[in-house]
């Protein structure tokens, strides 16, 4: 039983270190989604990658996917144009790793890397619903996780138990998955084989292991920082113009996550 025990803890470690993955398909996603809790928020998008094995998954912004394979390839680097760097930029930063028992979030934070790792402990109810997406016949499941009611649609003609972010564990991929208030709405738009090593898959491997409470909820204390302006803006009105409109925007941010569980 010890050595059991050592050999899940050696595993788990590897898991949350490991700078390559070993991808065998890949399905992309499309997401529409509303940050700010206001009436008549702008709908905004963002695609993503789902990189897959059989045992895991591997889930990231497909523009942080790209520009970590350059920064990889070192064909992105402190002296390259500042344009090609705003050009992978994300605001979601964040890499996922998910197994049968627990999810693993990376996650750079104010120019330091955190991680965290949670217990894969989500629970669906299927529903006798079905529609087809695109040539694939789906089901319906829901379930209520990090605050919110979830929809998901999930085809058994592809038969892997993972989805976009860290929805997992139906019979079949998910194809589409969004809140019951369509504040986030994940669509998939590609899926294929892509059987190769991808050796950028997390590039944040000095990231510092924390409890998820303490980082939880952190894109909203960075645009509330009142000081993430100082060193390029000079005109005080400007300045203040900005601390105000960020501090709005903070109050009324509309994370995917309202709670931890």
């Known amino acids: ?120 402990d989500i629970n669906w109810n299927l529903v006798n619903e079905y529609k087809t997406i695109g040539k694939y016949k789906t089901q319906k499941a829901t379930t209520k996780k990090y605050g919110r009611t979830w929809i998901a649609w999930f085809t058994k003609d592809i038969p892997f138990p993972f989805g976009p972010y860290k929805f997992n564990k139906l019979p079949g991929l998910i194809l589409e998955v969004y809140d019951d208030k369509n504040d986030y709405h994940y669509t998939l738009y590609k899926f294929g084989k892509r059987k190769y090593l991808c050796k950028s898959a997390n590039m944040n491997t000095d990231a510092t292991l924390v409890d998820k409470s303490r980082i939880f909820d952190y894109q909203r204390k960075e645009i509330a920082d009142q000081n993430q302006f100082n060193d390029v803006i000079e005109d005080k009105e400007t300045l203040n113009f900005l601390r105000k409109k960020s501090a709005e925007k903070a109050k009324n941010y509309n994370p995917i996550e309202l709670n931890i569980y």
């Open 1 to 120: 039983m010890k050595k059991i025990t050592i050999f899940f803890i050696l595993l788990s470690i590897k898991l949350m270190s490991q700078a390559s993955f070993n991808v065998i398909y890949e399905a992309d996603y499309k997401l529409q989604y509303k940050d700010q809790n206001i009436q008549n928020a702008i709908v905004q998008e963002d695609a993503f990658a789902l990189l897959i094995n059989e045992k895991e998954s591997y889930f990231k912004n497909m523009n942080k996917y790209v520009g970590d394979s350059l920064r990889y390839e070192k064909k992105l680097n402190d002296n390259s144009n500042v344009n090609d760097h705003f050009k992978y930029y994300t605001f979601f930063r964040e890499n996922i790793g998910v197994t049968n028992g627990k999810i693993y979030v990376t996650a750079p934070i104010s120019n330091k890397n955190f991680k965290y790792e949670e217990t894969n």
